[in-house]
C-alpha cells in the first residue's frame, strides 16, 4: 500500500480528486490544517480513502469447530457485539471523522446497489446471535439517513434476547425517535462534541447548532429511548475547553456523558497524539469541580470506565481507547454498509460475505465463514499503536460505524 507525499508551496483550499488503478483507490489530495486557526499547511497528501484493498482476501475455511458452541478467537475472546453500519454517508463533516476536505461533493459514496438489504443484514445477524452476540448497535455514517431504518429495526428486534441500541448525532430524532421505539429499538447514543454553539459547529463543519441535537435528546428520552449516553470525542485545542460544561449540562439529567479520546481511525482525520487529551487528565478537570468516584463495570469488557458524582447526581463515562487499550477484552465485531466483517476497528480490510449471500450460500455456509474470521482473529491494534501505525490505511469511521 502505497500513500504519496506531495509538497506543494500553495494551496487553493480545494481538494484535489485523483483516480488510481482500477479506479477503486481513489483518493484526494488534502490539505493539513490547524485546528484554530485553519491556516493551511503547504504539506498535503494524497490520502486512500476507503478499504480499497484490491481484493479482499478469501475467506478461510473454519476447520474444526463446533456450531453448538460460543465462538473464541485466537486470545480467548467471545463474540458479544454486533456492529452494523448501514451507510456510509453523513449529513455532518465532523472534523475528525469525514473532514470536507476529503469528504467533499465528488466523494464516491456507496451506490445503493451496493449496501446490503435489510433483509441480508438479518439473515447475517441471526447467526451471529446464535454464536453468542447479545448486543447490536446500528450505526453510520449517520444511521438515520438510511431510508427506512425503523424496517431493519424491527426485524433486528425480533431476533431473541438482544439488546438493540443505535448512535446518531441526533439531528433526525425529533422526527424519528417515537418510531424507532415502536419498532423495538431500545436505546439510543448521541453524539455531542461540546455544548458551547461556536464549538460544536467548529467540530460538526455542517453549521448545525447545539440545539439540534438537544432537541433530539429530548426527543429520545420522550420515546422511552434511555438512558441515553451522549459521546463527547474531545481533541486538544479544538473542544477541550468544553469538558467540564458538556459535564455541567448533563449533571444530574439522568443522561450518561461518555468522553472518547480522539482516535486514529482511518486515514483522513489527520490525527497527532498531542491532540489527544488522556482520559485521566479529563477525570482529573471534571474532578477538581464535580468530585467524583470510580464505580464497578456493568459487564467484563465495558468499554468506558464508570465514574459517579459524589454528591449522587449521576455518572459519566471515559473511553480511553488510545492511553489504556481494552483489547484483552474486546468482543465486538462490525459489518460494513456493503457487507464485509472487520474484526477490529483499525483493520486495514475485511472479509467479504456479500458475494457469498447473493451467490446463494445458504445459512451453514455463511455460518462456517463467520466461524473462520472470527477463530482467527488476533487483533489488538491498541495495544501496539505507534506513531508508524497510525500512518498505515485503515478502514474509514464513516464507513465501518463507531
Ligand atoms: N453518525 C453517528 C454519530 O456520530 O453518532 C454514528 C457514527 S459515528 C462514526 C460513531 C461514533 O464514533 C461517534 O460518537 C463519533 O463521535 C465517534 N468517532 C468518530 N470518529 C472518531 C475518532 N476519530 N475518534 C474517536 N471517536 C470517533
Ligand atoms: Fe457523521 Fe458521526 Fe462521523 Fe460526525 S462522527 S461525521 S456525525 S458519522
Ligand atoms: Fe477491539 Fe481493535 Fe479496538 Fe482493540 S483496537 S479494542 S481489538 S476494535
Not at 458479544?80 to 471523522?97: A, E, H, M, P, Q
Not at 477541550?240 to 460544561?245: F, G, N
Not at 463515562?317 to 492511553?323: D, K, N, P
Request: aromatic share 6%; glycine share 8%; proline share 5%.
Amino acid at each position: 500500500m502505497t500513500i504519496i507525499v506531495l509538497q506543494f508551496g500553495a494551496t487553493t483550499g480545494e481538494p484535489i480528486t485523483v483516480a488510481w488503478g482500477d479506479g477503486r483507490l481513489r483518493a484526494d489530495i488534502r490539505q493539513e490544517e490547524t485546528c484554530h486557526s485553519r491556516q493551511m499547511n503547504p504539506t498535503m497528501k494524497i490520502i486512500p480513502i476507503r478499504a480499497g484493498e484490491p481484493a479482499p482476501p478469501r475467506l478461510p475455511d473454519a476447520g474444526e469447530w463446533s456450531r453448538t458452541e460460543p465462538l473464541h478467537d485466537q486470545r480467548g475472546r467471545g463474540v458479544r457485539d454486533l456492529r452494523i453500519s448501514v451507510t456510509d454517508r453523513c449529513n455532518f463533516r465532523c472534523v475528525y471523522c469525514m473532514p470536507r476536505s476529503v469528504f467533499g461533493k465528488d466523494y464516491p459514496f456507496l451506490p445503493r446497489a451496493e449496501l446490503l438489504s435489510f433483509e441480508e443484514i438479518t439473515r447475517i445477524a441471526r447467526i451471529f446471535v446464535s454464536h453468542g452476540v447479545r448486543k447490536i448497535r446500528i450505526t453510520g455514517g449517520e444511521p438515520l439517513l438510511r431510508k427506512h431504518v425503523e424496517n431493519l429495526i424491527e426485524q433486528l428486534a425480533a431476533l431473541p434476547g438482544v439488546e438493540l441500541t443505535l448512535t446518531t448525532n441526533g439531528v433526525l430524532l425529533p422526527r424519528m425517535a417515537r418510531t424507532l421505539r415502536q419498532a423495538g429499538l431500545h436505546r439510543v447514543t448521541v453524539s455531542l462534541d461540546a455544548i458551547d454553539d461556536p464549538t460544536f459547529r467548529l467540530m460538526n463543519d455542517a453549521d448545525y447548532p447545539v440545539d439540534a441535537v438537544l432537541e433530539g435528546i429530548d426527543a429520545a428520552a420522550a420515546a422511552g429511548l434511555g438512558p441515553i449516553k451522549v459521546n463527547m470525542v474531545v481533541k486538544r485545542g479544538v473542544n477541550d475547553a468544553c469538558v467540564v460544561d458538556m459535564a455541567r449540562h448533563f449533571k444530574g439529567s439522568g443522561h450518561i456523558v461518555r468522553f472518547i479520546e480522539f482516535m486514529d481511525v482511518g486515514s483522513s482525520n489527520g490525527w497527532k497524539m498531542d491532540e489527544v487529551v488522556p482520559s485521566r487528565e479529563i477525570i482529573d478537570r471534571i474532578d477538581r469541580v464535580f468530585p467524583l468516584q470510580q464505580v464497578d463495570p456493568n459487564y467484563v469488557g465495558e468499554v468506558a470506565k464508570r465514574w459517579r458524582y459524589v454528591d449522587g447526581s449521576g455518572e459519566i463515562g471515559v473511553i480511553s481507547s488510545v492511553t489504556q487499550a481494552f483489547c484483552s477484552t474486546c468482543t465486538r465485531i462490525r459489518l460494513s454498509t456493503e457487507g464485509k466483517l472487520y474484526t477490529c476497528l483499525f483493520a486495514q480490510h475485511g472479509h467479504d460475505l456479500r458475494d457469498m449471500l447473493r451467490a446463494g450460500a445458504d445459512d451453514e455456509r455463511i455460518e462456517s465463514a463467520i466461524a473462520a474470521v472470527w477463530l482467527r482473529r488476533d487483533d489488538r491494534y491498541s495495544e501496539i499503536r505507534t506513531a508508524n501505525t497510525a500512518g498505515r490505511r485503515k478502514i474509514e469511521m464513516s464507513y465501518i460505524g463507531g
